[in-house]
């Protein structure tokens, strides 16, 4: 049965109010894949997806005498699993919009699942990103100076910093701000951005890597609704018009205890590419610190 409550349904909104700062993110740092549906593919627990990820010297800019894109390196399908991300809460009486108050309903139904999947994608994120390989070329000393932040952008001859993000853990994040302020520099990412000569500078309090150079294309991003197959009370999926992001919404009845449970069912997915350190392969540049 598709989604009939008054409360739920103008929940929508509100909810993807919740995600969209973490879609920002996403969209920075990398390109997405949000369909609601994967075609001729069952998506079990523990299935791998794939998604695909280029290359950062895969891509060459159009070439207008051959009206052509060349290709100076390989595009390849890289593989990532797709974690199943369930959040609801619990809804007492019988009736979801008279036996609780409807606002409320709204509000908490918006504010625990939208933050819940934002949470969890920068979860995803960071957890990508420590998983790559340390560089031993790429480093900062121990009490890193605004000159030593400067370098990151043109670190390697490879990578655009204009098309790269500088990710940073909270520690070094706040020392970078530091050193901005005591430089009587604007310290706001914007003005720290432009300083380092990054698209972005984005603060990740929790990742355990100091810093992460992040190419647009070495990180990609996947989401699905599973499929609904169980018998609940209400049912439906709905879109995000800007981003495109699924989101599929069930409820279901405990009549035993005169409860109904509300879900936001995802999957949700990050798959990373990691530079090497002798530059064969050019991804994500996890900074070392300097010995």
Not at 62 to 86: D, P, R, V
Not at 159 to 178: F, M
């Amino acid at each position: 049965m598709a989604l009939q409550s008054p409360a739920l349904t103008l929940s929508i909104d509100a909810l993807f109010g919740n995600v969209k700062p973490s879609l920002d993110l996403i969209r920075a740092l990398g390109p997405t894949d949000f369909a609601a549906e994967a075609p001729g593919m069952d998506i079990k627990p523990g299935a791998t997806i794939k998604t695909m990820l280029s290359t950062v010297g895969a891509a060459a800019p159009f070439n207008e005498e051959s009206n052509n894109y060349l290709t100076g390196g390989n595009t390849e399908w890289a593989t990532l699993t797709a974690m199943h991300y369930l959040q609801g809460f619990d809804l007492k009486g019988v009736n979801i919009d008279e036996g609780v108050n409807a606002s409320r309903v709204k509000q908490l139904f918006s504010m625990r699942c939208g933050t819940g999947i934002a949470m969890a994608a920068v979860a995803a994120i960071k957890k990508a990103l420590d998983g790559c390989t340390a560089s031993t070329s790429v480093t900062l000393p121990a009490t890193a100076t605004i000159k030593d932040y400067d370098s990151l952008a043109h670190a390697k001859d490879w990578y655009d910093p204009q098309q790269c993000c500088l990710v940073l853990n909270g520690a070094e994040y706040a020392n970078l701000k530091a050193i901005m302020h005591a430089e009587h520099i604007s310290a706001t990412p914007e003005a720290m951005a432009q300083e380092l000569g990054f698209k972005k500078v984005i603060a990740a309090s929790g990742m355990t890597a100091r810093a992460a150079i992040v190419p647009y294309g070495s990180l990609g991003f996947i989401a699905r609704v599973p499929e609904l197959v169980a018998d609940y009370d209400e049912e439906g999926v709905e879109t995000d018009p800007d981003s495109g992001l699924a989101i599929g919404i069930v409820v279901a009845s405990e009549q035993r205890i005169n409860r109904k449970v509300v879900n936001g069912d995802l999957w949700f997915g990050c798959a990373a590419v990691s530079a090497s350190n002798d530059d064969k392969v050019k991804g994500i540049i996890k900074v070392g610190t300097a010995s």
